[in-house]
């Protein structure tokens, strides 16, 4: 595989263990790993990607694979984008939040807090840095601010630079690894709340938490503005093993859609710069279009089950994950050298 420090874009793929229904059932546990990078499912063939992260890596050990390097990039004046893909129940959100507040089983979003901060403690004293976080998430190609549950409707709009951003998402300001927890806090509990009010959505919408900070030098004045996006996709399942119908159905059909999306957008991607990239065609595109399309650090972390139960849907998400390797591993990145 391509070195990391060449590469703009990194796949990397997460196995979890067996859990207790599974294990109760006699599943088999299907993978089988071949050194860092490779794991066959099966007699099948091999699947390659820049690491394979197998069942007893460690929450420390993903996020120094996955995201340290994208925390400094982001320092100097990067973008970054750190994404969770795969189906229900396959560690998405245990590979992303984990348990927010322990510090053995906490994800990469609590990690990069305090790795910001800890950066920033270390760093010049010349610089000033300002950091605001957003959060919030895509249902039902909605976008909701999880901070402010009023607007549930947001729309997507394209700055100077002709880069999209959501409007009018609500910004805090933050200054400490506590603050950052307690923003994603009040967010899940807002997450929480829609979950009684409608229907059962927690895991069936993208949920976003966007970083965004900005330094300056007081002496030199120079400036720099780097922002992070954190996404844990919804869940990549068949409609017909769910057996999903109504409204719950109509939430599978439309998450396919925005996955699918993701998809084609890969795929055009890959076909290079004659083919139309049908960012459009979806809220969370259009988001991601500057981190698909180059201008980004990104790291894409597929997450499966081990279970021969899930073996379909396995080898669906490790597909799409071998898609983005072929596709995204020369894309080009760039420094913000503004505000």
């Known amino acids: 595989m391509a070195d990391p420090a060449e590469c703009s874009i990194k796949v990397m793929c997460r196995f979890r263990p067996l859990n207790e229904a599974e294990i109760l059932r006699g599943d088999k546990f299907i993978p089988k790993f071949k050194g860092d990078e ?3 499912i099966g007699q099948g063939k091999p699947y390659v990607f820049d690491r394979v992260l197998p069942p007893n890596t460690t929450q420390e050990q993903v996020y120094n694979a996955c995201a340290k390097q994208i925390v400094k990039d982001v320092l100097e004046g ?3 984008t750190i994404f969770a893909y795969g189906q229900t129940s396959s560690g998405k959100t245990h590979t992303m939040e984990g348990k927010l507040h322990d510090p053995q089983l906490m994800g990469i979003i609590p990690r990069i807090a305090h790795d910001i ?3 920033i403690y270390s760093m010049d004293e010349n610089l000033e840095f300002h950091i605001k976080v957003s959060y919030f998430e895509i249902y ?4 909701r601010d999880l901070l402010d549950v009023s607007k549930t409707n947001l729309a997507v709009h394209e700055d100077k630079n002709r880069v999209p951003y959501v409007k009018g998402c609500t910004e805090r300001f933050v200054s400490s690894p506590e603050e ?3 923003v994603i806090d009040e967010g899940k509990a807002n997450r929480h709340v829609a979950v009684t009010n409608m ?3 927690s895991s069936r919408s993208h949920s976003i938490f966007l970083i965004n900070i900005k330094q300056e030098n007081v002496e030199t004045e120079k400036k720099l503005s780097g922002k992070l996006y954190l996404v844990d996709l919804a869940g990549s399942e068949k409609v017909s093993k769910t057996g999903a119908e109504g409204a719950v159905l109509d939430e599978a059909k439309n998450i396919n859609k925005s996955l699918s999306a993701l ?3 890969i795929s055009a991607l890959a076909e290079g710069t004659k083919t139309h990239v049908p960012y459009r065609d979806s809220k969370m595109t259009r988001i991601l279009q500057d981190s698909l399309g180059g201008n980004c650090r990104t790291t894409i ?6 279970s021969v139960f899930n073996e379909a849907e396995t080898k669906s998400t490790l597909m799409f994950g071998q898609r983005c390797v072929w596709s995204l591993g020369t894309c080009q990145w760039k420094r913000l050298d503004r505000l």
Request: proline share 4%; hydrophobic share 35%; charged share 20%.
């Open 180 to 182: 950052v927890m307690d």
């Open 140 to 143: 039902l190609d909605k976008i």
């Open 78 to 80: 990067y973008n970054g």
């Open 199 to 201: 229907n059962e959505h």
């Open 117 to 119: 901060f800890d950066h």
């Open 263 to 265: 998809g084609n957008v």
């Open 38 to 40: 490779t794991v066959v």
């Open 301 to 306: 972390v597929i997450c499966c089950s081990p």
